[in-house]
């Protein structure tokens, strides 16, 4: 079993910037892909941002230019930079890490508001 610990969330005012970290933990595995996801209330669940093995990244329109992820291979960590954010950003942020072709694992979900 793998285990995911998200930190970093937060209220913030518009224009600040929040940084969001995910740990994994647990048996032995080895991560290919990290990313982030978020889901606002009443919406679906989108993609943030992802980072494979190999650095590449890849991000949603929204957030271009104003956000970095980035990835410690050796702390099994994630982190997402989010800058000059704004209100429509708020949304609960999931952490998610693909160890293997179809089996994925989920962190309990960060809150991030962001007032105006």
């Known amino acids: 079993q793998v285990q995911l610990v998200e930190s970093g969330g937060g209220l913030v005012q518009a224009g600040g910037s929040l940084r969001l970290s995910c740990a994994a933990s647990?048996?032995?595995?080895?991560?290919?892909?990290m990313g982030w996801y978020r889901q606002a209330p009443g919406k679906q669940r989108e993609l943030v941002a992802r980072?494979?093995?190999?650095?590449?990244?890849a991000y949603a329109d929204s957030v271009k230019g104003r956000t970095t992820i980035s990835r410690d291979n050796a702390a099994n960590t994630v982190y997402l930079q989010m800058n000059s954010l704004k209100p429509e950003d708020t949304a609960v942020y999931y952490c998610?890490?693909?160890?293997?072709?179809?089996?994925?694992?989920w962190g309990q979900g960060t809150q991030v508001t962001v007032s105006s």
């Open positions: 980072i494979t093995s190999d650095g590449s990244t």
């Open positions: 647990g048996s032995r595995f080895s991560i290919n892909a």
């Open positions: 998610r890490i693909i160890v293997a072709p179809g089996i994925l694992y």
